[in-house]
């Protein structure tokens, strides 16, 4: 800024004034701008007038000079421009500046741009992409869920894939991420009460979502309709569960005893994608579901004749293979461990034994597997296939040696009881060996306990046929199948495929958080399972897309990978005096943009929403 002298002649007189001028760049060059008319000042030198024109510069902005004392002439310039420029801004506001078209340039001011609202997007960008591409929001659709109810639904499953929470914790988790900006939906308000009801709106229909959503998962993914792999597995209660039928203590795969469970059977596919799931009471035994299990595969998936029905030991029983052959269905089946007793001197001959060597995962090259030596034996309608395996002979021995070790010092200490007065009834004294039969099983075979009332004394003697007949056996298992054109080797690939239902089950619990169940009601229960089992879906449709193109990556690498990649809003102050907000995703990192190519979803989270305040 500056001062501007100025001189007009009116009826022979010359008056002066004096104007502050600043110097401003337009388009056509450098121009002057009045800011204000000074009147007629006092004179003074050039020098003064610069110096008066700096000090009004410094106090417009809210710059004070250190040191030193206020100036009348300067305050009273100051108070003059301010109320010149209220005038005019009353009598021409500014007008209000366009929504700029993409492409436009606006002047913002650098150094009060902020960042808002920053939420993480990356999982919850691909699962809702993956839920998309199964079609469950027609799915849901389709069996009467309401707009709300899937949004609903979408998102307990995310959770259930990303960041398990109970229903109570999960609206925290829904604002804390992105998927309000996907939805295109506001759940700010959202509270625990709506994801308890959708738990109960989605109990009856979780039959006919999961059949549609294995007939789309099979047309989308080209899965093989004739192998079956079913196992079980447990999970427990945290509480009593009083009102639930089904929560009964059971043989517990979650080493819980002491807890209420339930049952869960799984049915899936070759490629590893679940068929169907069914709830019984906590203490069903295994060969008691498979029948139920069949009829559902019939209702739901449409289990054909012919198809093959793989199961574990736990199922080996004639009735449980009879009623597989009258459906019309073939198995492989693990047999049961007295079962091998009977084939030891075929065991025993090394002809006809075929090297089985086990390649190590793709995510972990270096890692070494342990060799399996197959051989088949045709016995009747049936063809058994006799194992062995190096890593399960190491295993077998280190259970029996240990098991052994446990059973001579329970004896030991059974012995000083006896000795010491505390145990002197024969009876109650062949109890307690009772006991230690039943608990070591494995060796008490192998060991005969005598117990001599007139010395005394309690007596152990290893059986030396049968101890040598168990260590032959180490590392020893058989496969049954009716299958009798498949070869040994065909037929223990196919057995092996079973351990892709043990590891749906460790996905499911682990990082799905399907135990422990805090519901009580059986209805909540059931749900909360199925909500795992969808998140599982999902999980296996994005594994599966890597694994098809040569990637060998888990869901967790993939989360964590993504876990930066945000969504925030953008705030910029505009020289208007506007303010102009635009929310949308951050860039994706280069490995972000990789990941998302090879899964084939676009790296726009969102449409930028852009809005003027």
């Known amino acids: 800024m500056y001062v501007r002298q100025t001189t007009r002649r009116y009826k022979d007189k010359t008056y002066t004034n004096y104007l502050l001028v600043e110097s401003i760049h337009t388009p056509k060059g450098p121009r002057q701008k009045v800011i204000c008319s000074l009147g007629d000042l006092s004179p003074r030198p050039a020098e003064e007038w610069l110096r008066l024109a700096r000090k009004v510069e410094d106090a417009l902005v809210g710059q004070t000079q250190l040191f030193s004392q206020p100036d009348p002439e300067v305050e009273q310039i100051v108070r003059q421009v301010r109320q010149r420029q209220a005038r005019a801004a009353d009598q021409h506001p500014p007008p209000a500046p366009p929504p700029p078209a993409d492409g436009d340039l ?39 869920f309401s707009p709300r109810a899937i949004r609903l639904t979408c998102a307990m499953t995310l959770n259930r894939l990303i960041h398990p929470d109970s229903e109570h914790a999960m609206p925290r988790w829904i604002r804390s991420t992105a998927l309000a900006d996907i939805l295109g939906v506001d759940l700010t308000a959202l509270a625990d009460d709506p994801l308890y009801r959708n738990l109960d709106r989605l109990h009856p229909q979780r039959a006919a979502i999961e059949s549609d959503l294995v007939e789309r998962e099979r047309r989308l993914f080209q899965l093989d309709p004739t192998i079956y792999l079913y196992d079980l597995t447990s999970t427990y209660f945290e509480g009593q569960a009083s009102r639930n039928p089904k929560a009964k203590r059971g043989y517990s795969r979650d080493h819980r005893p002491d807890c209420k469970q339930v049952v869960v059977g799984l049915v899936i596919g070759r490629e590893g994608f679940p068929l169907a799931h069914e709830i019984f009471a906590g203490n069903t035994q295994d060969r008691k ?51 091998r007793d009977s084939w030891l001197d075929d065991f025993e001959d090394e002809a006809g034994f075929e090297v089985m060597t086990r390649q190590p995962s793709p995510r972990n090259p270096f890692q070494k597997k342990s060799s399996v030596r197959v051989k088949a034996v045709t016995h009747g309608e049936e063809k058994v296939v006799l194992c062995t395996s190096s890593g399960r002979t ?66 152990t003697e290893p059986d030396a046929d049968k101890k040598k007949k168990a260590e032959q056996l180490d590392g020893g298992y058989l496969l049954r199948t009716d299958r009798t054109e498949l070869t ?38 059931e749900t909360h399972i199925f909500l795992c089992v969808l998140a599982y879906h999902l999980m296996v449709a994005i594994e599966t897309t890597l694994l098809n193109q040569g990637v060998h990556t888990s869901w967790a690498t993939v989360r964590e990978q993504v876990a930066s990649h945000s969504v925030a809003t953008m705030v910029l102050p505009t020289d208007g005096g ?36």
Not at 293 to 318: C, F, H, N, Q
Not at 596 to 612: D, G, V
């Open 106 to 144: 606006i002047a913002v001011h650098a150094h009060r741009i902020a960042m808002s609202q920053v939420r993480s997007a990356g999982p919850v960008h691909v699962g809702f992409q993956f839920w998309k591409r199964l079609e469950l929001d027609a799915i849901l659709h389709r069996h009467g």
């Open 289 to 339: 579901t498979l029948g139920r299990i069949l009829d559902l595969l019939k209702d739901r998936v449409g289990m054909a004749e012919g198809s093959t029905v793989v199961v574990d030991r736990g199922m080996a029983y004639p009735e449980n293979l009879q009623e597989i052959r009258d459906r019309k269905l073939h198995y492989v089946v693990a047999g049961r461990q007295p079962e």
């Open 394 to 459: 190491e295993k077998d021995r280190a259970i029996r040696e240990k098991q052994e070790g446990r059973l001579l010092a329970d004896l030991q200490r059974l012995q000083g009881r006896i000795a010491g007065g505390r145990l002197k009834r024969e009876l109650k004294i062949g109890e307690a060996i009772g006991r230690l039969k039943e608990r070591y099983p494995r060796v008490a075979r192998y060991h005969t306990i005598t117990y001599d009332a007139a010395g005394g004394t309690l007596s």
């Open 488 to 525: 040994a080797a065909e037929a223990w690939l196919m057995y092996m495929t079973l351990t892709r239902a043990e590891s749906a089950f460790r996905a499911i619990k682990t990082p799905l958080a399907e135990r422990p169940i805090f519901h009580h009601l059986e209805h909540r229960v």
């Open 578 to 613: 506007k303010v102009l907000s635009i929310r949308k995703g951050t860039t994706p990192e280069p490995e972000q943009l990789e990941l998302y190519r090879l899964l084939n979803i676009p790296a726009e989270i969102m449409q930028p929403i852009k809005t003027w305040s």
